[in-house]
């Protein structure tokens, strides 16, 4: 499936925001891969036609994970939790990179 399969305003709404850690830096730096928090409904053919729409980059393969949210530390009756939340691990064709600062590509 092509970007052109999906609405523009549904490809800007999948990506939420870069996932910036120690562990997507190291994924990043060994299989040429970029962690981005997406929508909980969005499907992996939706992730990739939105990273090719708005990077320019041409993606090899998209792998999803769900984090669920954790129980907070409670302090008298109530418990709190987090919100659940999905990532997305997007590889890139070799040659090709993200630069999120800039928002454009090299």
Same mark, same amino acid.
């Given at each position: 499936?092509? $970007?052109?399969?999906?609405? !523009? +305003?549904?490809?800007?709404?999948? &990506? &939420? @925001? !870069?996932?910036?850690? +120690?562990?997507?830096?190291?994924?990043? *730096?060994?299989?040429?891969?970029?962690?981005?928090?997406? $929508?909980?409904? @969005?499907?992996? !053919? *939706? /992730?990739? @036609?939105a990273?090719?729409?708005?990077?320019?980059? *041409?993606? &090899?393969?998209?792998?999803?994970?769900?984090?669920?949210?954790? +129980?907070?530390?409670?302090?008298?009756? !109530?418990?709190?939790?987090?919100?659940s939340?999905?990532? $997305?691990?997007?590889? &890139?064709?070799?040659?090709? *990179? /993200?630069?999120? $600062?800039?928002?454009?590509?090299?």
């Open positions: 499936m092509n $970007a052109k399969s999906f609405s !523009p +305003e549904r490809l800007m709404q999948v &990506l &939420l @925001a !870069p996932q910036v850690s +120690e562990k997507s830096t190291y994924v990043g *730096e060994k299989n040429n891969q970029w962690v981005f928090r997406v $929508a909980a409904n @969005a499907t992996k !053919p *939706e /992730i990739k @036609a990273v090719e729409l708005m990077f320019k980059v *041409e993606v &090899l393969g998209v792998q999803t994970s769900n984090s669920h949210g954790k +129980e907070t530390r409670r302090f008298g009756r !109530p418990v709190g939790r987090r919100r939340w999905k990532k $997305a691990f997007v590889s &890139l064709k070799p040659g090709q *990179e /993200i630069n999120l $600062a800039a928002g454009d590509t090299k």
